[in-house]
């Protein structure tokens, strides 16, 4: 039988400047989801990649008084770079400049003019080049200068230009349905309840060409438009499936399982993408799911405070395991987060190297040095060994439940809390002092601390990839025996085999190599 496919997307960030933490957060989590699902068994297909036309790029360019085209080849660089230093396992990187998205494109802009939805008018209204995004008056805010800002903060200009409009206001009620019939189609709640109120006060007619600059692609039958940066950016997720051929290895992606998107581009996946696609005749993605912002110690980043931070700089300091847990951890996914030195160091310490860590090391070393490396068999469990196993046995369960909700920080939760009991368990039943009183006692301890290890470190490969295949490893478990069958309790850890020697997996953050960094 075929693997059921799961399609996972990343926004994809305008390459204006190099990625910063926010891109590093939003790439780290999607990647902790889509492995998560290859562990549980679907075919996925993890797309990222770069946004690179728009009026935003060509000022930047023309500011550092290079081409759009050479801003974009250099950041996308910088972005590309950042997938092997999160660690991200994309299958695929898609540039907005590449040729199958012109393609895929115009081909979309032709159905939706078929459809009937799109025609010739004149714009004549305010506009955001930093959020590329049309704004009603009535949204506006005048400072003391007279100037007038979008709700985002940002400036706004008058634009007034012919342009062609997709006919947006006839999709209100469609939009309102599918939020009725689908209630997960937009998440979190929050979200949800924005949009909804959003969509309801009234839709106007969408501006979806611009003339005035030529940075993008070309519409179909009159090249002196291009289109809006939005329509051709939201279109990379069918481009990358192949769409419109037919046939091809990714045809069968689409829809999309979920996109995972940033709280400030709520709209434009939610409103404007399923009407696109409700009028080109295709289906819709299934969830769009959006994360929160992070902040730097509480406040907004801003490369003129200078308090951005940069995830290859985080990923050197403190490994990119530890960063990894620290953001999925300590941020509930779809709220806002807050970063700190202070923070990922005392998660490091606390959870990774003394909860996890120490657990592993004692264990384990305890095997190496008083049983030759050799895996104990398990004798009669006792009613601490069977509540300590059903503890680790029911993670799985919970964890498939908190992912319905993309609820990351919600499995580390649980995860860790079973770590702190199965310590507890350690220490409770001292098998230091079992060793020669009950040798049978300290074999069965130690077999029930190793199972639980095993379990925990297969349940968090798809956020710590790294650490935990070095503690499979010197657990013995095969790569074969390493996804989310192997969960639950219908497998055991083996006694009697010989295991690797151990070695310590996850290191203390000493503070005087903070201050060297
Ligand atoms: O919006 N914290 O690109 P982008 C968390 N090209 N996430 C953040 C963040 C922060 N401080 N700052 C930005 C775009 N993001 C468009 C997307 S998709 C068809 C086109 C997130 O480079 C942001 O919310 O401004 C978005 O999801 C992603 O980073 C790229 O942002």
Redesign the pocket.
Known sequence: MSKETFYIT?????PNGAP????G??LIATDAIARFMRLDGRDVFFLTGS?EHGQKMQQTAERESITAKELADRNTARFREMGPALNSSNDDYIRTSEDRHYKTCAALWQKMEAAGDIYLDKYAGWYSVRDEAYYDESELTLNADGKRFAPTGTPVEWVEEESYFFRLSNYQQKLIDLYERVPNFIGPDARRNEVMSFVKGGLKDLSISRTTFDWGIPVPGNPKHIMYV?VD??T??VTATGWPETTGPRTKFWPADVHI?????VR??TVYWPAFLMSAGLPLPKRVFC?????NKGEK?SKSVGNVIDPFNLAKVYGIDAMRYFFLREVPFGQDGSYSPEAIVQRMNADLANDLGNLAQRSLSMIAKNLEGKLPEPGALNDDDKAMLAQVDALIGKARESMGDYALHQILTATWAVVADANRYFAGNEPWALRKSNPERFGTVLWVTAEVLRQVAILSQPVMPESTAKLLDILGIPASERDFTQLGGKVRIKGGTTLPAPTAIFPRFVEAEEAKS
């Not at 910063?20 to 891109?23: D, F």
């Not at 998107?261 to 581009?265: A, E, F, R």
């Not at 994360?291 to 902040?295: N, T, V």
């Open positions: 990343t926004a994809i960030a305008y910063h933490i926010g891109h957060y939003e946004d939005w950016a939201l990379n997720y998107i940033g709280k400030d581009i434009f996946h994360h929160g912002f992070l902040f980043m």
